[in-house]
């Protein structure tokens, strides 16, 4: 795996963070589903039209602010145009706290998402933050928002990711919700009542179409693993494919490019193998779409890792 992906992080590497960034905090008064709503933006400063926000979202009632400061990140985010923005989501107290009532975001916390990009855009003078496309990273409760926020708005979502996360609100989604690339992770080592509820939410949707990679990551527990990793080369494919060249501060909508299943390969988990799409039969079981060849290798080598290395 890290032959395959190395080169590419090594590449945004390059690009400098030595130009001055800027980090504005804000927040959100606690609503239905949630008791604490706070954010933290990160952009560098020569940063001129934003494009487009990473998100991301830590597990259970964490406090995701700081992951602004990673600078794979950050390095991926001055080499497109991005800004990042950590979370930080908390339940009130209720019966269960290890159900994350704050990830069901209809319900108020994926509107206190929405609300903080327009409050920060205007404090910061970039309107665009208000309809820039998002891309959703998280682990565990920060998969599960990631998902019940891509069923929700999908017309404001690239890509998102689900990561090892065990409470989801949302079985069957809309076919908006079918057409956002999505990429799933489960780990072997996890608990498998955590493995199984993913991979169930992934197949019901993958069986009619959904556009969306699936990854036991060998040898993982309930960790971030090489997700990340993969998370950016997918991340820098939906760049490619589904955000249009330029915008501009007027816009004031997201205008997302048509993706097929058609443009993509083909992974078969069981076999172990992947293909161009017009190569695909029918098979009892699901399989993967995934959306370049490159990011196809770096998916196959993952999946036949060697825990022994």
Same mark, same amino acid.
């Given at each position: ?69 990673? $600078? ?15 979370? %930080? ?12 009532? %704050? ?19 205007? $404090? ?44 989801? %609100? ?18 072997? !080592? ?5 493995? !199984? ?85 029918? $098979? ?26």
């Amino acid at each position: 795996m890290k032959q395959v992906y190395i080169s590419f992080l090594l590449s945004i590497f390059m690009n400098s963070l030595s130009a001055q960034s800027v980090v504005l905090d804000d927040s959100i008064a606690s609503g239905k589903n949630f008791k604490k709503a706070c954010f933290r933006l990160w952009y560098q400063q020569v940063t001129g039209f934003i494009k487009g926000v990473i998100v991301l979202t830590p597990g259970s009632n964490s406090d995701g602010r700081n992951l602004v400061n990673d $600078t794979c990140w950050q390095s991926f985010a001055i080499k497109n145009n991005l800004a990042l923005l950590g979370c %930080y989501y908390t339940d009130s107290l209720h019966e269960n706290m290890a159900i994350e009532e %704050y990830a069901n975001v209809k319900e108020g916390s994926g509107q206190a998402l929405l609300d903080v990009l327009q409050k920060i855009g205007t $404090t910061a003078n970039h309107v665009e933050l208000s309809w820039a496309p998002l891309f959703l990273w998280g682990i565990s409760a920060g998969g599960e928002f990631n998902y019940e926020f891509a069923c929700w708005k999908p017309e404001r979502v690239a890509a998102f990711v689900v990561n090892k996360g065990g409470v989801y %609100y949302t079985a069957l989604c809309s076919s908006e919700a079918r057409e956002v690339p999505g990429l799933f992770f489960t780990g072997e !080592k996890d608990l498998e009542f955590r493995s !199984k509820i993913v991979e169930g939410i992934y197949t019901i949707n993958r069986r009619f179409g959904a556009l969306w990679a699936y990854v036991q990551e060998p040898c993982t527990e309930h960790e971030v693993g090489q997700s990340q990793a993969l998370s950016v080369l997918f991340f820098s494919d939906m760049i490619r494919m589904r955000i249009p060249e330029r915008g501009t501060d007027n816009q004031q909508s997201v205008e997302f490019l048509n993706i097929k299943q058609e443009d993509g390969y083909i992974g078969d988990f069981k076999l172990k193998i992947y293909y161009p799409f017009e190569e695909f039969k029918e $098979t009892s079981y699901p399989t993967a779409w995934l959306p370049s060849r490159f990011f196809a290798q770096a998916w196959l080598q993952l999946i036949k890792r060697d825990c022994s290395d």
